[in-house]
Every structure is written in C-alpha cells, then in structure tokens.
C-alpha cells in the first residue's frame, strides 16, 4: 500500500475522521491492488532467471553429451521437461495469482518442450523439417496461454508462428501457401481479447499490439506464390484494415507509442506508395499481368475479404459516431487503389502520376491536421512524407543536379518554418490562456 495513505490511517482514525472498519477496508483495497499489480521488473527478471537456466543446463549437458549412454540421454531429454511440468502444477495450486510465477513458469516449460523434442529427435535420428519441428512445438506450448495464463506464452508463440510461417512460405526451397500459420494467430486471438477488455493499459498487451500485426504483415507475404503481384491489393487493404483496428474505442485513451496497429498502417501504406511512386514498378506489373495464370486465386480472395472487413469496420466506427470528422486520405488509399491498379495495367504512367498525388495529399493533410490539433509529431510526419516523395523523384527523373539540390534546400527550409510557426502558434496560446 502507498506508505503516506498507510501512516496516514491511524491519524485518520484518533481524529474521528474514519473509523476502524473504514480504515480496515482501505488497508484490504490497496493490498488487492498490490496483488493484480505485481512488480514489474520481478516478472521480467523472473522470465528472464527461468530462461536463463533452461539454457544453462542444456549448455552443461551438452559439454558432456557424448559421453553419455541412450538410455541416460533420453532421461536427460525429459527431466527439464518433467520439471516444467512440477513448476507449473505448483505455480496452479499454490501461485496463480502471482504474474512472475506463471510467467517464468511458462517460459521453462516452453523452451523445457523444445528441449525435450530437439534432443530426443537427435538420440533417436528421428528425421523431419524444421517446419514439423516448429509446428509440433507451438501446438504444445499453446495451451499455456489459457491454462496458467501466460502473456509470455502468447508472445513467444507469435514469434513461433511468425518463423514457421516464414519457413513454410519463404524459406522452404518449394515453398507454398498454408493455413496453418493463420489458423494458429487465431487460436492467440481470444486471449488478446481477454487483454483489450481487462487489461489494456498492461505491457502485455502493449508487446501484443505491435507483434500481431507484425506477423501478420510477414506472413501476409507468403501468400504470394503464382500471383504475387496481386498481393499490392492484399497489403493496401490489410494496412487500411489495421488503420481501422486502432481506432477502436480502447486505443483512444492510449499513447501512440502502444497502438501498433494505426502505426503499422499508416506507415505501411505511405511505405507501399512509395515503392508504387516510380514508374519502373508499374510498368514491370503490366508487363506480367498478362502472365497470369488465374485471376480467381487466393492471392485476389485475401484481398476482397480484407477489404470487406475494413469497410464493415469503418462503417462500424460510423454507427457508433467514431468515424473521424476530417478526411483522413490514409483511411481510404486501400479502396483507390483496387481503381489505380487496374488503371496501371493499361496506363502505368497515368498510375504512377496518381500514387505520387496520393501521397502528396497525405503529406500535406497531415500537415495541415498538425497544424490544427497543435500536434508537432503529425506536422513532421507530413513533412517527412512528402520529403520521401521528394527523395524518391530524385533517384528517377532528369531534373538537374542543381534543381535537385534547391529542392533539397528548400524543402529544409520548409521544415525549419513549419516547426518554428507551429512552436510559435503554441507559445502565442499558452500566452492567451
């Protein structure tokens, strides 16, 4: 309990301000708010301890591996796991309610499960792909999310996720689309609403805010084998789909720094504009459209139902008058571009002069909505937009080398201005307040 409220009862209590069965109350109200609010740095250094032995005792047997007989291995593979298995036991009988103790629980027992199958793999030659080996191992660490429950049982498995995925998609040598990856993200998803509802202001759900769309940007990539060109449309709508998802009710209240979600789409989408702003990219598309072995593929499929979830979602933030009051061009790049890219396919300079508008329109609107809201970080960010775009129309135009350098110069300027009146206007109000 807070030490000044706590020396303060007993005063409290001779002065006839509050009573003895008042005073108890309030001592019983900040313990229980002590115990759903453990110390933070205890839980890291608790998972960070736990994990740290599991490594230091498979470092130890590994010294003296080859000296050892079968039989003698295989206990070996199986005491680290066995004693996951007592911690966590222990940890739900007699700790659940201690943060550190299910979360350093769960980090043994999932590397203790790796441990366990690597080695026994390794004793008994058992082969396979890492891929199986990644697969079998999330399946058997998922259910430690639910069952202690663990918020760093769910970040290691998106992180496991997130490299099987990659494994099937990208690594593998003949490498395709898979469900797996998705159908295992949405198995996490109950216990990250569990989070939203209970405990958003929880680091946890901070971490969770920036590693699922993390994995989902990456794994979105996988899907693009026969017609990955189509994935342009995927990427514009999942960017506007995870704009749409940080503008939910709960990320209102939050810092910037913990919505991942509006961060992830917004630069997602100036990033895939910029990368469409030179022609080059265009006329490349063009060129293998006709090369095309389907339009109806899976690569077009993820694309209609990500569009449809942002638009459902947008339309959802309406109903409950949510939507924002200004036009935000960001929020709907997604829906022009399915316009733009089929315009590409016959005209790839006409699209290549109509993502260069787009994006200077987000720069300047968001310097504008800067300026109005009397935020600096959105002013910049304008600014930085449009000196990307500027910097990109460096690299592919026959504009003079001096031209370029007093575009350069002046767009420094224009920082050095904007910043100054915007500082100025701040100060000019404090003064009038």
């Not at 794994?219 to 999942?238: A, H, R, T, V």
């Not at 009397?374 to 500027?390: K, W």
Request: net charge positive; aromatic share 16%.
């Amino acid at each position: 309990m807070n030490k000044p409220i706590r020396q303060a009862l007993p005063e409290l209590v001779d002065a006839g301000i509050i009573n003895d069965t008042t005073a108890e109350a309030i001592r019983s109200y900040y313990a229980q708010r002590e115990d759903s609010n453990p110390n933070r740095q205890f839980i890291i250094f608790g998972v960070l301890g736990a994990t740290l032995v599991g490594l230091g005792i498979i470092l130890i047997i590994a010294h003296n591996w080859d000296f050892l007989s079968k039989s003698i291995k295989t206990l070996i593979a199986f005491i680290p796991l066995l004693l996951g298995q007592g911690i966590v036991a222990y940890t739900l009988l007699r700790r659940r309610q201690s943060a550190s103790w299910r979360e350093a629980s769960a980090a043994f027992l999932i590397f203790a499960v790796g441990a366990a199958m690597a080695l026994i793999s390794q004793i008994y030659h058992i082969e396979g792909q890492l891929s199986g080996f990644l697969f079998t191992w999330i399946l058997l660490s998922l259910p430690l999310i639910y069952i202690l429950p663990s918020s760093f049982a769910a970040i290691l498995s998106i992180a496991g996720i997130t490299w099987y995925g990659c494994e099937l998609g990208y690594f593998h040598r003949f490498g395709q689309a898979s469900i797996w990856p998705w159908l295992l993200l949405l198995l996490i998803v109950p216990y990250f609403i569990k989070l939203y509802r209970q405990h958003a202001q929880s680091n946890a759900f901070l971490f969770l805010n920036w590693l699922l769309p993390m994995s989902i940007t990456i794994l979105l990539g996988s899907l693009g084998k026969q017609e990955g060109i189509l994935l342009f449309i995927g990427y514009f709508s999942w960017f506007g789909l995870s704009y749409q998802i940080g503008r939910l009710p709960v990320y209102s209240t939050l810092p910037l720094r913990r919505n991942g979600w509006i961060i992830f789409g917004s630069l997602g989408t100036v990033i895939m504009l910029l990368i469409l702003s030179f022609n080059e990219v265009w006329e490349d598309i063009a060129s293998n459209i006709d090369r095309l072995p389907s339009w109806w593929c899976l690569e077009l499929l993820v694309a209609i139902l990500l569009t449809v979830g942002t638009i459902a979602l947008y339309w959802w933030h309406r109903s409950r008058q949510q939507a924002e009051r200004r036009f935000n061009p960001i929020a709907w790049v997604f829906l022009a571009f399915w316009g733009i890219f089929f315009l590409g396919m016959q005209a790839p300079t006409l699209a290549t002069v109509l993502t260069n508008l787009i994006l200077f329109a987000i720069g300047v609107s968001y310097i504008r909505r800067g300026g109005i809201e009397n935020h600096l970080g959105l002013l910049n960010y304008g600014l930085l937009i449009i000196t990307a775009l500027i910097f990109c129309r460096f690299f592919d135009t026959d504009i003079p080398f001096v031209m370029r350098g007093l575009l350069f110069v002046l767009v420094g300027i224009g920082f050095f201005a904007a910043n100054y009146w915007f500082l100025k206007k701040r100060k000019s109000n404090k003064a009038v307040i």
